[in-house]
């Protein structure tokens, strides 16, 4: 089983940079790669990046290429997402996720 508890949400305005943080706990040794995924109100939740714990593999959608970066630190079982040039597209709950295993989610606002 594992465990997901992602930070570092805020509200920033368009332009602006924000990392968000997601630290796994329980059975780390036996997932293979980590996602990030955002949801906003109302819509359906949409895979945004995700990266190999293996080799550090990065996968990113169309919309945050060039913008967003995937990173992970094995020894603290962490995986961060630091977005770049955030749009107004871009505010959501971004979740932390691996097969059926989900965190709680951080807020990202962007506003002017």
């Known amino acids: 089983q594992l465990r997901f508890v992602e930070s570092g949400g805020g509200l920033v305005q368009p332009g602006e940079s924000l990392s968000v943080s997601c630290v796994a706990s329980?059975?780390?040794?036996?997932?293979?790669?980590i996602g990030w995924v955002r949801q906003v109100p109302g819509k359906e939740r949409e895979g945004v990046s995700c990266?190999?714990?293996?080799?550090?593999?990065?996968y990113y959608i169309e919309s945050v290429k060039g913008r967003f970066t995937i990173s992970r630190d094995n020894a603290t079982n962490t995986v961060y997402l630091q977005m770049n040039g955030l749009k107004p597209e871009d505010p959501a709950v971004y979740y932390c996720?691996?097969?059926?295993?989900w965190g709680q989610g951080t807020q990202v606002t962007v506003s002017s």
């Open positions: 996720n691996e097969g059926a295993y």
């Open positions: 329980g059975s780390t040794a036996d997932y293979y790669a």
């Open positions: 990266i190999s714990i293996r080799d550090g593999t990065a």
